[in-house]
């Protein structure tokens, strides 16, 4: 398996503000993803992280709301932009290929965001 | 697109008895099917995973099923123990498609002592 962290795991914001969450991966991995999990949900995915080039948006996400980095294969970045109550999730990066395991897809152990 | 739905939303059973989800897919092009388990606070974990070639793979107390013309899978876990106590997503996904992970709605399961 993969050894993911984030930082941070979890803040407090003030609505109107920007946070960006940290993916580190300990190995080489071809695909990073971005979920998001609203309380007592299930998982929702964002964005698929591509190095090199911009992330690629599932519906109802847009890079303005949601920028996402990738300068390399171990690490991605993902702001929120622009607080609002609404966006207090847990934001979870997840890892796929490279040395991994064939079509297995880890989780990092994610970031728990509060905005007032 | 892809639609899978996740039963029941929570479950309690005695330690030592077993405890079984169930899910259903509507996209008969998926063939992957992984479980994974998510405690309080942390992000979620692969415990297993079943192909569609497969109809049934175990690995100690826990069991998955397929069963691909009726396009449901399900997870079983026996000997129940109080570490078991957590929330299971079923998932399901294209083999070469990992970006599509579509997953079910979640299942609290609850261990009573």
């Known amino acids: 398996s993969a050894v993911i962290s984030q930082k941070p795991s979890r803040d407090i914001c003030q609505r109107g503000t920007s946070l960006t969450i940290q993916c580190q991966v300990d190995s080489q991995v071809t695909m990073m993803f971005w979920y998001r999990q609203q309380p007592g949900q299930s998982l929702t995915l964002i964005a698929t992280a591509n190095q090199g080039s911009e992330a690629t948006y599932e519906s109802g996400f847009v890079i303005d709301k949601f920028p996402i980095s990738r300068p390399n294969l171990t690490f991605s970045t993902l702001t929120v932009s622009n607080m609002s109550p609404e966006d207090s999730s847990i934001y979870l990066c997840?890892?796929?290929?490279?040395?991994?395991?064939?079509?297995?897809?880890?989780f990092g152990p994610g970031t728990r965001l509060t905005v007032l | 697109g892809e639609n899978v739905e996740q039963h029941p939303s929570t479950l309690s059973v005695q330690e030592g008895d077993s405890a079984v989800i169930k899910c259903t897919y509507s996209d008969s092009a998926s063939n992957y099917f992984p479980w994974y388990k998510q405690e309080l606070g942390k992000g979620p974990q692969l415990i297993i995973d079943i192909r569609s070639n497969v109809g049934e793979k175990k690995d100690q107390r826990i069991a998955v099923t397929l069963n691909k013309t009726a396009k449901h899978f399900s997870l079983h876990i026996t000997e129940t123990q109080p570490e078991d106590s957590a929330v299971y997503f079923c998932?399901?996904?294209?083999?070469?498609?990992?970006?599509?992970?579509?997953f079910g709605s979640g299942t609290r399961l609850s261990i009573r002592p």
């Open positions: 998932a399901a996904s294209r083999y070469s498609s990992a970006s599509k992970i579509i």
């Open positions: 997840s890892v796929y290929g490279g040395a991994l395991p064939y079509n297995e897809q880890f």
